[in-house]
């Protein structure tokens, strides 16, 4: 029988980060077990509230011709 010890950690392991993040308390607990092992990085307070010197529109209004990349016997006419 094989040993099923792995299993069990990873189905123990998941249900907790499921239940932290559920509590709202995951993010404090990465934050302490980081800052406990030394690896912890604290980001700057405006690196995502900055405005992008561009924006393309997701949509175009015009209609887009993907069939080109078709070989002849497969194009609609």
């Known amino acids: 029988m094989p040993d099923l010890s792995w299993f069990y950690f990873i189905c123990l392991l998941s249900a907790?980060?499921?239940?932290?993040d559920y509590n709202?308390?995951?993010?404090?607990?990465?934050?302490?077990?980081?800052?406990?092992?030394?690896?912890?990085?604290?980001?700057?307070?405006?690196?995502?509230?900055?405005?992008?010197?561009?924006?393309?529109?997701?949509?175009?209004k015009e209609e887009v011709d993907s069939s080109f990349i078709l070989p002849d016997s497969l194009r609609r006419n």
């Open 16 to 20: 907790t980060v499921l239940w932290k």
């Open 24 to 60: 709202g308390t995951l993010e404090d607990s990465l934050n302490a077990f980081e800052e406990k092992i030394g690896i912890r990085t604290i980001l700057p307070d405006d690196s995502s509230e900055t405005k992008v010197p561009y924006y393309i529109p997701p949509i175009s």
